[in-house]
């Protein structure tokens, strides 16, 4: 697990304006390879798609017609840990109705919380197995562009989007990955940079779990913590 994921995602940090350690731990994500979904041998066509394959430049109007008729803002995620449930919030459509597209597409099924720090937040989305990386490629590659004017602050229990790697001046939204912050008093050095689209209602205990267990020098945990589950509840 971890030495797929250290090859597969780059590292993206802050500077810090802390005096003592002259640096801040941030989100971090990586950009993927699409993988083309396989189909049948016999055949050199790829099976009618219920949905279009997406791309930065029609994910915009995309998800501007499916909020329209998708309204639904509450989803469970069911962990190694326990249940986590959070509210997304209507102000950010874009990436509550990403949120619950996938969510329906059961892509966040068997994902894991791959980097978690204790105190600060916990990352997840990804996975190394391969279903992952084939679920990605056959929705698509693309990027969702900020929304952090809304008033929101990366306070204790909100759910915000990473940025999708290291060159991304304009700090565009990973779409599959989402990390919660866990530190107390909040990370507000994140405010501005990354796009607060939830907060929890219920599991801040769950959180606070998986982000204690042991982790490695690169804040992968030592085993797996899966996400079982993502489902949209009442």
């Not at 941030?26 to 041998?41: F, Q």
């Not at 894991?112 to 679920?135: E, L, P």
């Not at 204790?156 to 304009?170: K, L």
């Not at 530190?183 to 204690?212: E, P, S």
């Amino acid at each position: 697990m971890r030495a797929v994921l250290f090859f597969c995602f780059f590292a993206a940090f802050l500077n810090c304006e802390d005096k003592q350690t002259k640096k801040k731990n941030t989100p971090k994500t990586e950009v993927e390879k699409p993988i083309k979904k396989v189909v049948e041998e016999d055949s050199n066509e790829e099976p009618e798609r219920e949905f279009p394959k997406l791309n930065s430049r029609s994910a915009m109007e995309f998800f501007l017609e499916y909020d329209k008729h998708h309204k639904e803002n509450k989803v469970r995620l069911t962990t190694d840990f326990g249940e986590i449930d959070i509210l997304l919030y209507n102000e950010t459509k874009f990436h509550r109705s990403n949120f619950i597209w996938l969510t329906k597409q059961g892509y966040f099924n068997d994902t894991q919380f791959y980097r978690v720090i204790d105190n600060f937040m916990i990352q997840g989305g990804n996975s190394d197995d391969v279903k992952t990386a084939r679920k990605r490629g056959y929705i698509g590659k693309y990027l969702l562009p900020p929304d952090t004017k809304r008033g929101f602050k990366h306070d204790r229990g909100v759910i915000s989007m990473p940025s999708s790697d290291i060159r991304n001046p304009h700090k565009l939204a990973s779409p599959y990955e989402f990390f919660i912050v866990c530190q107390k008093g909040g990370a507000h050095f994140l405010d501005g940079d990354y796009t607060i689209f939830g907060h929890v209602t219920r599991g801040m205990n769950v959180v606070d779990k998986i982000a204690a267990v042991e982790t490695d020098d690169g804040d992968w945990p030592a085993q797996n913590i899966y996400i079982k589950k993502v489902e949209i509840i009442d």
